[in-house]
């Protein structure tokens, strides 16, 4: 028997007083039936509190377990989509105890998704580190955005299970963006990326500021800046490794990727204060418009993008820019990016002694 808190059975759901008993009774086939059963008609097992259960079992039960339910799950017609139901599993066991047929599995699935919990992600990346040698870039991308979520709604200690990770991987852009893959494979050393990616606020940090022009003289300068147009251009194109979504509300796989968007707010700021060249204007331009683009049930793509590239078209002190400016406001933007685009031309016509008007 094991040992947990007593609960009338008749408190219990049907499908909860079930697992109990399978539990209970020792029967591992039986259990993996029925919550390929339950995953094949909730999808979402975990609204009838059977983590209660199932999480007091020990780690070796839970990894036999898991593949169990793995191998009926993926032999059933139609297969059955478990990994939801999987993952509550991991929560607390080390990854010794997950085979890595298991794992592989897991790891797969859980790369397709925007985030996981810091405690699962652990789990399958040191599963992934033992039978490889590293982390596959796909879930290291799920890592770091999960740190990205938690670090706006959970206290320090959220991402403590992945920050082994975090830190070894310091600098690099999420796989799964063309963009990101091309900068990953073409920036000139780790400088650039670790900087842009150290960029934060409406706007750039003085300190930042300084660093950015003293740097982009080292990596290259006009060269550099060509290749970040590049990576513009790229930013619109298919995701190179599809998103599940979550819910309904919006398509994943339409919205820029949480932490590759923080470096393209860097470089858009690196842009910024350094002297533009004549092609800049055009290049963000066409970013802050991709960005502003509204997404079914989300809104605008990325406001923080389309404000940085505000932010480095207005700093440009030219008339070519202000008339870029003035392009994006007539194409109808939502209210935000409307307001910020009409503040960012009064200021730079004024500047300029040009009359937004007359361009």
Known sequence: MLDRPRVSRDTYPHPVARVHELVEAGDDAGLAAELVDLAAVNGDVWRHDVPTELRALPAGRRGALILRVIERATTATPPVRAERLLVGLLDGIPADALSWRAGRYLVEAVSAWVAATPATLAVLAGAAERETGECPPALLAVIRRTAHEGDKRWPAG??????????????????????????????????????????????PASRWTRRARALLPEVGGD???????????LVPQPRTIVLRPLDDRWDPNEIPDAYNA??????????????????????????????AEKVPGHGPRSQMIAHAGIHALERFSTVPALRELARLRSTGQPLGIASALTAAIARRGVALGVDPARL
């Open 158 to 203: 959220y991402r403590a299970p992945i920050q082994p990770w975090l830190d070894r991987a310091a600098g690099g852009l999420n796989a799964g963006e063309p963009w990101a893959e091309a900068a990953n494979a073409a920036a000139p050393g780790p400088a650039l990326l670790v900087h842009a990616l150290a960029a934060s606020g409406a706007r």
């Open 262 to 291: 923080r470096a393209l707010r860097g470089l858009l700021y690196l842009l910024a204060v350094t002297p533009p060249h004549d092609e800049d204007t055009a290049a963000v331009g066409r970013l802050v418009q991709y960005s």
């Open 223 to 233: 060269e550099t800046r060509a290749l970040i147009r590049g990576w513009f251009a």
